[in-house]
C-alpha cells in the first residue's frame, strides 16, 4: 500500500531537491518527507482525513472522497453517527458513490484497508466491523490494475495468517473479490437485511430451492454466491458429478401471476435476484431443473430419478411426446403406454389395480382419443399390464417409466407453442420442440416433424419487438452456400435462444471443438430491437 500511495501520489526526495525541502523546513508550515509520515498513511486515524489518499480527477471528487471515509468510521463506531442515520446507511453511502463514480473504487479501498491496519480505537468492535464492511465492498467492487496486487497481497497476509484476530474475515474479504474479479461484482444494492446481518457477522442466508416434484433444499447462500455456484451444489446432491454433464441443468425463477418462468444466467448473483424480487413485492420461487438432455440417464440415483420423473411426467400426460401419424398411435407404442400407465400408477404408490375412473389420468391426453382404441380397450390392456409392475416400489417404477420413454424420439424435448412467419404458405401455428437433435416444427395435432435444422445448421439467433409488444425470433439456419431465415413469432423468445446456445455448446464440447463466435449469446441477444 506505501508503494501504491508512493506512486500515485508522491515524489520521492532526491539529491537535486534537497535545497528546496530544507527551505520548507525553515517556514515550518512544511516539512521533509519522511517513513514515518508515510508509514502514518496507511495507518488507522481516529480523525478524518484532510485530503484523498489518492489523487482524483476531477479535483471535485475529493470532497466525495472525504465524505466516503466519514462514512466509513462511522460505520465502524470511530465518528458519531448523523441524526436519524443508520450503520446501514454509511454501508450504502459508501457503496452507492463508488457505483456513481469509477476512479472512487481505489481511493475507498486505500480507505479500508488504512482503518484495517494497526487500529487501536477504542471501539472494541471498531476493526471488526471495518472489515466487514470491507467484506461488503470486495463483493461489489474490482480495482484498478495498478492498485490489484497491492489489494490481494494485503487480503492475503491478513487471511492466511491465523494468529492475526481477523483472518477469517480476511478471508471472507479475498473470496469476495475473486468471485468480484471473475463474475464482475454484484449489481443490485444489498438489502437492509443484508447489511444488518453480514454487520452482526453472519455470512450467509439459508435460501429455499426446489426440485422438480416439491422437493426443496435449503443452501446457506452467501453475498457472492453465483447461479453456477448453486447448479454445481445440486448437482452434486443428485449424483451429478461431471462438468459437462452438470452444463445441463438450470436454476430457474417461478413468480407468481407469471405465465413462464425466468431462467436465470450462470453469472448471476443470487441475492442480487432475491433482493430486486422482495424490493418488487414479488412471490417467487428458485427451482432446479435439467434444460437440455444431451447425455444419458442416470437411474443409480433415487433423487435423480425424481428430478427427471417429474419433469417427464407432465409433458408425456399432456401428450407431448407421442407422435400420432393420421391421429392414430403405432401398434409398437400401444403396449408402451399401457405399461407405462400402470407404472405411473404404481410411482404414486397405489397398490390397488387401476380403476376405469383412475385410467384416463394415466394416459397421455391424445390416446384417449384416438380412433384406433376405445377406453374399455385401454383399461383392458392397462390392467393386463399392472400384474408385471403391483411388486416394485415406486422408485423403480420411475426409473422403468424412464427407461422406456428415453427410446421415443420426442424424449428430452423442451416443448414450445410458436407461430412461423417466415413463408405465408408455412406460416400457422406449431409446437417447437428443442432436443439433442436440433430444432424441430412440430405439426399441433399430430406432432410428426414438419421442419428440422440440427444444431450444427443453426448460424445465429436474432430476438426483435415490435412497437406493440409483439416478440419474435429470427433463426438464420443452413451452410456456408445455402442459408434461409425462420422468423417465428413467441413469447419465449429468450428462453429458446438460451437453450439453442447451451445445446450448441455441449455438442461442440463433446466433439472436441472450441465454442465458435457465432454462437448466439443468448443474453445479449434479449436486448430487443424496434422495428
Same mark, same amino acid.
Given at each position: 500500500?506505501?508503494?501504491?500511495f508512493r506512486?500515485? #501520489?508522491f515524489?520521492?526526495?532526491?539529491?537535486?531537491?534537497k535545497?528546496k525541502?530544507?527551505?520548507?523546513?525553515?517556514?515550518?508550515?512544511?516539512?521533509?518527507?519522511?517513513?514515518?509520515?508515510q508509514?502514518?498513511?496507511?495507518?488507522?486515524?481516529?480523525?478524518?482525513?484532510?485530503?484523498?489518499?489518492l489523487?482524483?480527477e476531477?479535483?471535485d471528487?475529493?470532497?466525495?472522497a472525504?465524505e466516503c471515509?466519514?462514512s466509513?468510521m462511522?460505520?465502524?463506531?470511530?465518528?458519531?453517527?448523523l441524526?436519524?442515520?443508520h450503520e446501514?446507511?454509511?454501508?450504502?453511502?459508501v457503496l452507492?458513490y463508488?457505483?456513481k463514480?469509477d476512479?472512487?473504487?481505489?481511493?475507498?479501498?486505500?480507505q479500508i484497508?488504512k482503518q484495517?491496519?494497526?487500529?487501536k480505537?477504542?471501539?472494541?468492535?471498531?476493526?471488526?466491523?471495518?472489515w466487514?464492511l470491507?467484506?461488503?465492498?470486495a463483493?461489489?467492487?474490482?480495482?484498478? *490494475?495498478l492498485?490489484?496486487?497491492?489489494?490481494?497481497?494485503?487480503?492475503e497476509?491478513?487471511?492466511?495468517d491465523?494468529?492475526?484476530a481477523y483472518?477469517g474475515?480476511?478471508?471472507v474479504?479475498l473470496? #469476495?473479490l475473486?468471485?468480484?474479479?471473475?463474475?464482475?461484482?454484484r449489481k443490485?444494492?444489498?438489502s437492509?437485511?443484508?447489511?444488518?446481518?453480514i454487520?452482526?457477522g453472519?455470512?450467509?442466508?439459508?435460501q429455499?430451492y426446489?426440485?422438480?416434484?416439491?422437493?426443496?433444499r435449503?443452501i446457506?447462500?452467501?453475498?457472492t454466491?453465483v447461479?453456477d455456484d448453486?447448479v454445481?451444489e445440486?448437482?452434486?446432491?443428485?449424483?451429478?458429478?461431471?462438468i459437462?454433464?452438470r452444463e445441463?441443468f438450470?436454476?430457474y425463477?417461478i413468480?407468481?401471476?407469471?405465465?413462464?418462468t425466468?431462467?436465470?444466467y450462470k *453469472?448471476? @448473483?443470487?441475492?442480487?435476484v432475491?433482493?430486486?424480487?422482495?424490493?418488487q413485492?414479488?412471490i417467487?420461487y428458485?427451482i432446479?431443473c435439467?434444460?437440455?438432455?444431451?447425455?444419458?440417464?442416470?437411474l443409480d440415483?433415487k433423487?435423480y430419478?425424481?428430478?427427471?420423473?417429474?419433469?417427464?411426467?407432465?409433458?408425456?400426460l399432456?401428450?407431448l411426446?407421442?407422435?400420432?401419424?393420421?391421429?392414430?398411435? *403405432?401398434?409398437?407404442?400401444?403396449?408402451q403406454?399401457?405399461k407405462v400407465?400402470a407404472?405411473?400408477?404404481k410411482a404414486a404408490?397405489?397398490?390397488?389395480?387401476?380403476?376405469l375412473k383412475e385410467?384416463?389420468f394415466l394416459l397421455p391426453?391424445?390416446a384417449l382419443?384416438a380412433?384406433?382404441?376405445?377406453?374399455?380397450?385401454?383399461?383392458?390392456?392397462?390392467?393386463g399390464?399392472?400384474a408385471?409392475?403391483?411388486?416394485?416400489n415406486?422408485?423403480?417404477?420411475?426409473a422403468q417409466?424412464?427407461?422406456?420413454?428415453?427410446q421415443?424420439?420426442?424424449?428430452?424435448?423442451?416443448?414450445?407453442?410458436?407461430?412461423?412467419?417466415s413463408?405465408?404458405v408455412?406460416g400457422?401455428?406449431h409446437i417447437?420442440?428443442?432436443?439433442?437433435?436440433g430444432?424441430?416444427?412440430?405439426?399441433?395435432?399430430?406432432?410428426?416433424?414438419?421442419?428440422?435444422y440440427?444444431f450444427t445448421?443453426?448460424i445465429?439467433t436474432?430476438?426483435?419487438?415490435?412497437?406493440?409488444?409483439?416478440?419474435?425470433?429470427d433463426?438464420k439456419?443452413? #451452410?456456408?452456400?445455402?442459408?434461409r431465415?425462420?422468423?417465428?413469432?413467441?413469447?419465449?423468445a429468450?428462453?429458446?435462444?438460451?437453450?439453442?446456445?447451451? @445445446?450448441?455448446t455441449?455438442d461442440q464440447?463433446t466433439?472436441?471443438?472450441?465454442?465458435d463466435?457465432?454462437?448466439?449469446d443468448s443474453r445479449?441477444?434479449?436486448?430487443?430491437?424496434?422495428?
Amino acid at each position: 500500500a506505501m508503494s501504491f500511495f508512493r506512486e500515485s #501520489n508522491f515524489e520521492i526526495p532526491t539529491e537535486n531537491n534537497k535545497e528546496k525541502k530544507k527551505k520548507k523546513k525553515k517556514n515550518g508550515k512544511n516539512r521533509d518527507w519522511t517513513w514515518k509520515d508515510q508509514v502514518e498513511l496507511v495507518k488507522w486515524t481516529d480523525r478524518c482525513i484532510e485530503n484523498s489518499l489518492l489523487r482524483l480527477e476531477p479535483p471535485d471528487l475529493n470532497k466525495i472522497a472525504l465524505e466516503c471515509f466519514a462514512s466509513i468510521m462511522r460505520y465502524m463506531g470511530d465518528l458519531e453517527l448523523l441524526k436519524n442515520q443508520h450503520e446501514v446507511d454509511c454501508a450504502l453511502t459508501v457503496l452507492g458513490y463508488c457505483y456513481k463514480f469509477d476512479s472512487l473504487k481505489d481511493e475507498v479501498y486505500c480507505q479500508i484497508m488504512k482503518q484495517t491496519t494497526n487500529n487501536k480505537s477504542s471501539q472494541l468492535d471498531s476493526c471488526q466491523k471495518g472489515w466487514r464492511l470491507f467484506s461488503i465492498i470486495a463483493a461489489y467492487f474490482t480495482c484498478s *490494475d495498478l492498485l490489484k496486487p497491492f489489494l490481494f497481497k494485503y487480503l492475503e497476509t491478513a487471511a492466511y495468517d491465523k494468529r492475526r484476530a481477523y483472518h477469517g474475515t480476511a478471508l471472507v474479504c479475498l473470496h #469476495n473479490l475473486r468471485k468480484t474479479f471473475k463474475y464482475g461484482g454484484r449489481k443490485m444494492a444489498p438489502s437492509i437485511d443484508e447489511i444488518t446481518a453480514i454487520s452482526a457477522g453472519r455470512n450467509s442466508k439459508r435460501q429455499i430451492y426446489r426440485l422438480p416434484g416439491g422437493t426443496e433444499r435449503v443452501i446457506n447462500t452467501k453475498s457472492t454466491t453465483v447461479v453456477d455456484d448453486i447448479v454445481e451444489e445440486l448437482c452434486k446432491v443428485i449424483g451429478v458429478t461431471s462438468i459437462n454433464e452438470r452444463e445441463e441443468f438450470s436454476l430457474y425463477c417461478i413468480i407468481e401471476g407469471q405465465t413462464f418462468t425466468r431462467p436465470l444466467y450462470k *453469472d448471476q @448473483y443470487i441475492l442480487d435476484v432475491t433482493t430486486d424480487l422482495s424490493k418488487q413485492g414479488a412471490i417467487f420461487y428458485l427451482i432446479f431443473c435439467r434444460s437440455v438432455w444431451h447425455y444419458p440417464l442416470r437411474l443409480d440415483n433415487k433423487l435423480y430419478i425424481e428430478v427427471v420423473f417429474n419433469q417427464i411426467a407432465p409433458d408425456y400426460l399432456e401428450g407431448l411426446l407421442l407422435v400420432m401419424p393420421g391421429e392414430q398411435i *403405432d401398434q409398437d407404442l400401444v403396449y408402451q403406454v399401457s405399461k407405462v400407465a400402470a407404472l405411473l400408477h404404481k410411482a404414486a404408490d397405489m397398490d390397488h389395480m387401476p380403476t376405469l375412473k383412475e385410467t384416463k389420468f394415466l394416459l397421455p391426453k391424445p390416446a384417449l382419443s384416438a380412433r384406433d382404441i376405445k377406453p374399455p380397450q385401454w383399461v383392458n390392456m392397462v390392467q393386463g399390464s399392472w400384474a408385471e409392475v403391483q411388486d416394485i416400489n415406486s422408485s423403480v417404477a420411475k426409473a422403468q417409466v424412464l427407461e422406456i420413454l428415453s427410446q421415443w424420439q420426442l424424449f428430452g424435448s423442451s416443448f414450445f407453442a410458436v407461430r412461423r412467419e417466415s413463408e405465408p404458405v408455412e406460416g400457422g401455428e406449431h409446437i417447437l420442440a428443442l432436443n439433442k437433435h436440433g430444432v424441430h416444427f412440430l405439426d399441433l395435432i399430430t406432432h410428426e416433424t414438419i421442419l428440422h435444422y440440427p444444431f450444427t445448421e443453426v448460424i445465429s439467433t436474432r430476438q426483435m419487438e415490435t412497437e406493440d409488444g409483439t416478440l419474435f425470433l429470427d433463426m438464420k439456419c443452413g #451452410n456456408l452456400m445455402q442459408q434461409r431465415i425462420s422468423r417465428i413469432q413467441t413469447d419465449q423468445a429468450v428462453e429458446i435462444a438460451r437453450l439453442i446456445k447451451q @445445446y450448441i455448446t455441449i455438442d461442440q464440447k463433446t466433439r472436441g471443438m472450441t465454442l465458435d463466435s457465432t454462437v448466439p449469446d443468448s443474453r445479449s441477444q434479449s436486448r430487443s430491437e424496434k422495428y
